[in-house]
C-alpha cells in the first residue's frame, strides 16, 4: 500500500466515528426537539452535514485510490448512512490499513511476492 492509499484510508477512518456521533446526536436532538423546547437541530443539522459531505468526499477518495471492488465501497457508503455505521466502518477501515502496512513491509523485506 502506498503512502497515499494509506492517507485516504485514514481519512476516511478518521471522519467515520465523528459522522456516526453527529448523526446520533442529530436523531436525539429531533426527539428532544418534538417533546421539549430544546430545538438543537439546526445546529446539529448543520454539523452532521458538512461530516457527512467530508465523509463522501473522503470515500470516494479512498475507493479510488485503493481500488476496491464495487461491493466494498457500497459497503462503506451503507455504513455511513446507518446510524451507528460508521463506528463499524472506523473499525474494518483501522484493520484493513493495519493489513496493507504489513503486506507492503513484507514486500519491501521481500518475504512475499505480494
Known amino acids: 500500500m502506498d503512502f497515499k492509499t494509506a492517507t485516504a ?3 476516511l477512518r478518521l471522519v467515520s466515528a465523528p459522522e456516526a456521533v453527529s448523526f446520533l446526536l442529530l ?5 428532544l426537539k418534538r417533546t421539549t423546547d430544546f430545538n438543537a437541530v439546526p445546529v ?9 459531505i467530508l465523509y463522501l468526499v473522503f470515500w470516494a ?3 479510488n485510490r485503493a481500488k476496491w471492488k464495487w461491493q466494498t ?3 462503506y ?4 448512512v446507518l ?3 460508521g463506528f463499524f466502518a ?6 484493513e490499513a493495519e493489513a496493507g502496512v504489513i503486506a507492503a513491509r513484507a514486500r519491501k523485506e521481500g518475504v512475499v511476492n505480494a
Open 27 to 31: 436523531l436525539i436532538c429531533s426527539v
Open 44 to 52: 446539529m443539522g448543520m454539523v452532521h452535514g458538512v461530516l457527512f
Open 73 to 75: 465501497a457500497a459497503l
Open 90 to 95: 472506523e473499525r474494518r477501515l483501522k484493520r
Open 61 to 63: 477518495d479512498a475507493w
Open 9 to 11: 484510508l485514514r481519512r
Open 83 to 85: 446510524p451507528t455505521g
Open 77 to 80: 457508503f451503507v455504513l455511513s
